[in-house]
Antibody
């Protein structure tokens, strides 16, 4: 069971970024997927989750108008797209899968993280 | 939003000592919905404790969790060199699933 994320990105303010998270070793549609970020020198921040089986999503209010979580079940991959990037969006972005199928809680398997740098 | 406050911000201890980390919620959190993570630089966070007191697979028994309602504790009975890291609590009682600000456990 593994989550492998896409590589580092450098974006300009106002642009969008799309990070991918490819799952392997388990039934992709059986588990929710969370997205969490960590800005430099800051703590962990939960962004939202997606149910790959239904496409249903829940977003943290802070990101509600800028983040879109999607998935492609044919290739077992989840995506996090963040728009209207600002410098304070510079962070490592993680995908994380819960411990148990059909459960939202307890992120037990994590991707390796993707560094997104926003700079003019 | 449920705000989680961890204390202390930094804990300086020596290997072999006991560490007690606190996580306090502004409103009640169901025990089943409280988790603890360990995070080391350059690595992904690692789930240690779920349901307030259940150890995740492969977690040594020197790690234990306890608590209910608004007060939760992570205890490391005898610190090993690899335990020095940042520790976060997270609640899943209600969205957004907030994290505490973290406790940095450093070598004294």
């Amino acid at each position: 069971e593994q989550l492998v994320q896409s590589g580092a990105e450098v974006k300009k303010p106002g642009a969008s970024v799309k990070v991918s998270c490819k799952a392997s070793g388990y039934t992709f549609t059986g588990y929710y997927m969370h997205w969490v970020r960590q800005a430099p020198g800051q703590g962990l921040e939960w962004m939202g989750w997606i149910n790959p089986n239904t496409g249903g999503t829940i977003y943290a209010p802070k990101f509600q108008d800028r983040v879109t979580l999607t998935s492609d079940t044919s290739i077992s991959t989840a995506y996090m797209e963040l728009s209207r990037l600002r410098s304070d969006d510079t962070a490592i972005y993680y995908c994380a899968r819960p411990l148990h199928p059909s459960a939202i809680r307890w992120a037990g398997i994590w991707g390796q993280g993707t560094l997104v740098t926003v700079s003019s | 939003e449920i705000v989680l406050t961890q204390s202390p911000d930094t804990l300086s201890l020596s290997p072999g000592e006991r560490a007690t980390l606190s996580c306090r919620a502004r409103q009640s959190v169901t025990s089943a919905n409280l988790a603890w993570y360990q995070h080391k630089p350059g690595q992904a966070p690692r789930l240690l404790i779920y349901g307030a007191s259940s150890r995740a697979t492969g977690i040594p028994d020197r790690f234990s969790g306890s608590g209910s309602g608004t007060d939760f504790t992570l205890t490391i009975s005898r610190l090993e060199p690899e335990d020095f890291a940042v520790y976060y609590c997270q609640q899943y009682s209600s969205s957004p699933y907030s994290f505490g600000q973290g406790t940095k456990l450093e070598i004294k």
